[in-house]
């Protein structure tokens, strides 16, 4: 599947209707990034299931500045439109890979109740 284009128009949607996506926010300035880019592209085709989209922070600075990217580039992880994973900096092809395997692990449902537990004692 093809990466994305993510903005400000389409990022809600795009999260809104998929399950598991992916996303790189990225500037054409980060030498990190472009780096990136290659692996981020060629992780995309070998994954089914999976949205993967780039938000340019340069084009796009009020997605940036909603989720709080302070460092490019930063890899964020959605799974039923809920953050389960955020880290800034680049990463090889078998740790991205071994990160997307896990994130698919994830049981949604203990999420979700972590979540309702939070939000009911007033730590949310």
């Known amino acids: 599947m093809a990466v994305v284009e993510l903005t400000k128009d389409n990022f809600e949607e795009t999260v809104t209707k998929n399950g598991f996506v992916v996303v790189d926010f990225w500037a054409p300035w980060c030498a990190p990034c472009r780096n990136f880019a290659p692996i981020y592209e060629q992780v995309s085709e070998l994954r089914e299931g999976i949205v993967f989209g780039k938000v340019n922070t340069e084009e796009e600075q009020e997605l940036a500045m909603h989720f709080r990217i302070r460092s490019i580039p930063t890899l964020m992880i959605l799974r039923d439109q809920i953050i389960i994973h955020s880290e800034a900096g680049m990463m090889p092809q078998p740790a991205f890979e ?3 395997d896990r994130a ?8 979700r109740a972590k979540i309702a537990e939070q939000q009911s004692s007033g730590q949310a």
């Not at 692990?105 to 203990?110: E, K, P, T, Y």
């Open 104 to 111: 698919a692990g994830v049981d949604m449902d203990q999420v």
């Open 98 to 100: 071994e990160l997307l």
